[in-house]
């Protein structure tokens, strides 16, 4: 009887714990994505001071192939999955003191059935604003001080998913803004507890709850635009509006 008991309050207190530990975990998890995106912010920082204070580009293409701003693709661009990518000749690469582990977020669902493995390597889970940085060379990519709005406004990069693939997801490599949220193209992912971690050209970082119509709701949570305070797509810069 007295086992029963025991086995019996062991159950009740794994039932009342469980919830707790998940969401410590999932909040230890969005705090290193966090702790991620503010090393990516010191990197943009310091590419920017180098780089008379303009952007790079989403793509360039070179010779024998493609260099993303996430790593160079030999023979590049590719289709299907595994594609090779040299994440070392990444733009913010130099930056990370060897490491690029920080352009991936914890929460984002790699271990899943939803994930498109596009390039062999994990390369990147968060997107860049590509109103930034086109990859048209036509058009100027962006400096951060010629924005024409306060760079604690505008995003650099965010928690992004890509739907370029049917069935599943893949990396958001890139977020651009959509009018019709029906589009394809990469969106915010609002991963953490339906919020989106951000990093503002300024270097800030913040979490962004969903305000705008989804996308879809994959794995992780809903995909959507990102969106100012006022539901208004400002946060991708000047040249956007809703």
């Given at each position: 009887?007295?086992?029963?008991?025991?086995?019996?309050?062991?159950a009740?207190?794994?039932?009342?714990?469980?919830p707790a530990?998940?969401?410590?975990r999932?909040?230890?998890r969005?705090?290193?994505c966090?702790?991620?995106?503010?090393?990516?912010?010191?990197?943009?920082?310091?590419y920017?001071?180098?780089?008379?204070?303009?952007f790079?580009?989403?793509?360039?293409?070179?010779?024998?192939?493609?260099?993303?701003?996430?790593?160079?693709?030999a023979?590049?661009p590719g289709?299907g999955?595994?594609?090779?990518?040299?994440?070392?000749?990444?733009?913010?690469?130099?930056?990370?003191?060897?490491?690029?582990?920080?352009?991936?977020?914890?929460?984002f669902?790699?271990?899943?059935?939803?994930y498109?493995r596009?390039?062999?390597v994990?390369?990147?889970?968060?997107?860049?604003?590509?109103?930034?940085?086109p990859?048209?060379?036509?058009?100027?990519?962006?400096?951060?001080?010629?924005?024409?709005?306060?760079?604690?406004?505008?995003f650099?990069?965010?928690?992004?998913?890509?739907?370029?693939?049917?069935p599943?997801?893949?990396?958001g490599?890139?977020i651009?803004?959509?009018?019709d949220?029906?589009?394809?193209?990469?969106?915010?992912?609002?991963?953490?507890r339906?919020?989106?971690?951000v990093?503002?050209?300024?270097?800030?970082?913040?979490?962004?709850?969903?305000?705008?119509p989804?996308?879809?709701?994959?794995?992780?949570?809903?995909?959507?635009?990102?969106?100012d305070?006022a539901?208004?797509?400002?946060?991708?810069?000047?040249?956007?509006?809703?």
């Amino acid at each position: 009887m007295e086992l029963m008991i025991v086995i019996a309050i062991l159950a009740l207190l794994t039932a009342i714990l469980t919830p707790a530990l998940r969401g410590a975990r999932a909040e230890a998890r969005r705090a290193v994505c966090m702790a991620n995106l503010h090393h990516v912010g010191l990197a943009t920082d310091a590419y920017l001071n180098d780089h008379n204070e303009s952007f790079w580009r989403y793509f360039t293409r070179e010779s024998g192939g493609l260099r993303w701003w996430f790593g160079y693709e030999a023979g590049g661009p590719g289709s299907g999955t595994h594609r090779p990518l040299d994440r070392s000749r990444a733009v913010l690469a130099p930056y990370f003191n060897g490491s690029s582990d920080v352009m991936q977020c914890p929460e984002f669902p790699y271990d899943t059935g939803c994930y498109f493995r596009k390039f062999a390597v994990r390369s990147t889970s968060y997107g860049f604003n590509m109103l930034l940085g086109p990859p048209n060379p036509r058009v100027a990519a962006a400096r951060r001080d010629q924005l024409g709005q306060a760079p604690s406004s505008v995003f650099v990069f965010a928690d992004g998913v890509h739907f370029d693939h049917n069935p599943g997801t893949n990396e958001g490599h890139y977020i651009e803004y959509k009018r019709d949220p029906r589009q394809l193209s990469g969106y915010g992912h609002f991963r953490h507890r339906g919020r989106a971690t951000v990093l503002y050209v300024d270097g800030h970082a913040a979490g962004q709850r969903l305000r705008s119509p989804e996308h879809a709701r994959t794995c992780g949570g809903p995909a959507a635009n990102l969106t100012d305070p006022a539901g208004g797509a400002t946060i991708y810069g000047p040249r956007v509006t809703p």
